[in-house]
């Protein structure tokens, strides 16, 4: 049973223009949730988290949102680039289960000039 | 040179063979795990060690062994491996943090083909 889901498994946006990657989750014990991005031939780096404390966190142009009472997170990136094309996972995991995370299926980003 | 390091990066074997993939990282963290990905299916947690000294199951387990034979390093078996444990697979490492989730540093995988 997928605890940590992402709907869509590929998204396509014009340079300049803003990316919105979803992800859904069912366990509401889950309160610190981290966005990660994949190259092709590379691990994936974290990119940015939230604690569910707050509903919003912000680094450059990347943003996430985190809606607790839908289960609902989202990741923004204003402005898309090039380079953000990538596979972008949403993971998501508890303070007393110490590093476990769970991974969504991910998201293929692809970002044209 | 990178962190996390995982070897071989590609390997193709038989059906009911032996096989160990292995994990160095040079981040000085105490936590390892092993996960894999498949396609559509995210990545999955197989095994797990807080330190050298405790090894946890991960959602996937069956099938695989692991080993922790230094705080550096972190080794994941097949003992016979099967088709569909064809799969990409990654090494993470992360540090221990009271009362917080720890970020995972990954390494950069490696392909595994099962025939």
């Known amino acids: 049973d997928q605890q940590v889901k992402q709907n869509s498994p590929s998204l396509s946006v014009q340079e300049g223009r803003i990316s919105i990657l979803n992800c859904d989750y069912t366990?509401?014990?889950?309160?610190?949730f981290l966005w990660y991005k994949k190259y092709p031939a590379e691990g994936p780096t974290f990119l940015i988290s939230?604690?569910?404390?707050?509903d919003k966190n912000e680094d450059g142009r990347f943003t996430v949102f985190l809606n607790k009472s839908a289960k609902h997170l989202s990741l923004h990136i204003v402005p898309s680039q090039p380079g953000d094309s990538a596979v972008y996972f949403c993971?998501?995991?508890?303070?007393?289960?110490?590093?476990?995370?769970?991974f969504g299926q991910g998201t293929e980003l692809s970002v044209k000039p | 040179d990178a962190d996390v390091t995982q070897t071989p990066r590609n390997r193709i074997t038989k059906t009911g063979k032996r096989i160990m993939l292995e994990c160095s990282q040079t981040?000085?963290?105490?936590?390892m795990y092993w996960y894999r990905q498949d396609p559509g299916l995210g990545l999955r947690l197989i095994y797990y060690?807080?330190?050298?000294?405790?090894?946890n199951k991960g959602e996937i387990s069956d099938g695989y062994s692991v080993s922790r034979q230094a705080q550096a390093k972190f080794s994941l078996s097949l003992e016979s491996a099967i088709p569909n444990q064809t799969a990409l697979y990654f090494c993470?490492?992360?540090?221990?943090?009271?009362?917080?989730?720890?970020?995972?540093?990954f390494g950069p995988g490696t392909r595994l083909t099962v025939l």
């Open positions: 993971a998501a995991s508890s303070y007393n289960q110490g590093g476990k995370l769970i």
């Open positions: 939230i604690s569910s404390i707050k």
């Open positions: 981040k000085g963290h105490d936590r």
């Open positions: 060690s807080f330190d050298v000294k405790d090894i």
């Open positions: 366990n509401s014990m889950f309160d610190y």
């Open positions: 993470a490492t992360s540090d221990s943090i009271a009362g917080a989730v720890d970020t995972q540093y």
